[in-house]
């Protein structure tokens, strides 16, 4: 038996430096998709993202990550994230792809851009030729892939386990 | 740069064994947040899960989880899950408490209960003092907490990360 008392919104656990990990999203066909990220982004100390087309965040789901991470709207993705290169950044897509990386085994490099893929098309074979690695989530059962929001969900959750004060 | 060609619902990992982990659902104020989690369980492999009160999943999110993920629905989860611990699974609740394990370090037992609480009351007190375990995982950022299908989803992904073959 568990003698333990809930603690709800207990203090935040601190950084040592500020996250050097970037999202990256194409414009989705669901502003809930983004506006989940962003919440997710926001809880895992994430304090930027760069998006393509419109970018309407629903503070109603992304809560406080509404105002705390920067979202860096561009029209495409492609020469923000040539840029975001330029300044060391690893481009490291979420995709299932022929040389994909699974997940499970994958060491990410501290200064990242996790890129996802749009729900339906997943990344557009234009931004693929950019990335510098693949990486994939096993998946066990159908519908063949999981919910976007929930797959970057896991992605963010492997980086913050492998550099847990940033 | 990357030379990857995209595999969108790639063939499915399969498993040695069928998944030992349930996940167990209160009555959330959301049926978006319980069909999530279907849809989440479905891709790793989870063939059951435990819900309280209504259970309400809609297809259109939780996709083929809705007809893979068996339902078991309860008035109360308690019963249940004491049920559960007598056929010998370990009841692991998620929740934020005084004395709960990181999930960074925590080693899942295979035969696993995931005990998830409600969006804004958590686990009740009355089930937290069922459980064996209570993990939970570091926030970094407001809002303080992660949405419950998403740190579901997390918890989720780290279990099968440990039982990737079931």
């Not at 989705?28 to 993202?49: D, H, K, P, Y």
């Not at 809560?63 to 993705?77: F, I, N, Q, T």
């Given at each position: 038996?568990?003698?333990?008392?809930?603690?709800?919104?207990?203090?935040?656990t601190?950084?040592?430096?500020?996250?050097?990990?970037?999202?990256?999203?194409?414009?989705?066909?669901?502003?809930?998709?983004?506006?989940?990220?962003?919440?997710?982004?926001?809880?895992?100390?994430?304090?930027?993202?760069?998006?393509?087309?419109?970018?309407?965040?629903?503070?109603?789901?992304?809560r406080?990550?509404a105002?705390?991470?920067?979202?860096?709207?561009?029209?495409?993705?492609?020469?923000?994230?040539?840029?975001?290169?330029?300044?060391?950044?690893?481009?490291?897509?979420?995709?299932?792809?022929?040389?994909?990386?699974?997940?499970?085994?994958?060491?990410?490099?501290q200064?990242?851009?996790?890129?996802?893929?749009?729900?339906?098309?997943?990344?557009?074979?234009?931004?693929?030729?950019?990335?510098?690695?693949?990486?994939?989530?096993?998946?066990?059962?159908?519908?063949?892939?999981?919910?976007?929001?929930?797959?970057?969900?896991?992605?963010?959750?492997?980086?913050?386990?492998?550099?847990?004060?940033?």
């Amino acid at each position: 038996m568990n003698d333990s008392d809930q603690q709800r919104h207990k203090p935040l656990t601190t950084l040592d430096r500020p996250r050097e990990l970037i999202v990256a999203c194409p414009q989705f066909r669901s502003g809930v998709n983004l506006s989940r990220i962003v919440r997710t982004a926001s809880c895992c100390g994430v304090e930027r993202m760069v998006v393509s087309g419109r970018a309407k965040v629903d503070p109603e789901i992304a809560r406080d990550g509404a105002e705390r991470v920067r979202l860096e709207v561009h029209r495409s993705l492609g020469p923000a994230l040539k840029k975001l290169r330029g300044e060391g950044y690893k481009l490291v897509g979420l995709e299932q792809t022929s040389n994909a990386q699974c997940l499970y085994e994958f060491r990410f490099p501290q200064r990242a851009v996790l890129v996802l893929g749009h729900e339906r098309q997943g990344i557009s074979d234009e931004l693929l030729a950019l990335l510098d690695l693949v990486v994939e989530i096993p998946v066990y059962g159908l519908p063949y892939s999981h919910n976007v929001a929930t797959a970057a969900a896991m992605a963010m959750y492997e980086y913050c386990r492998q550099y847990p004060r940033g």
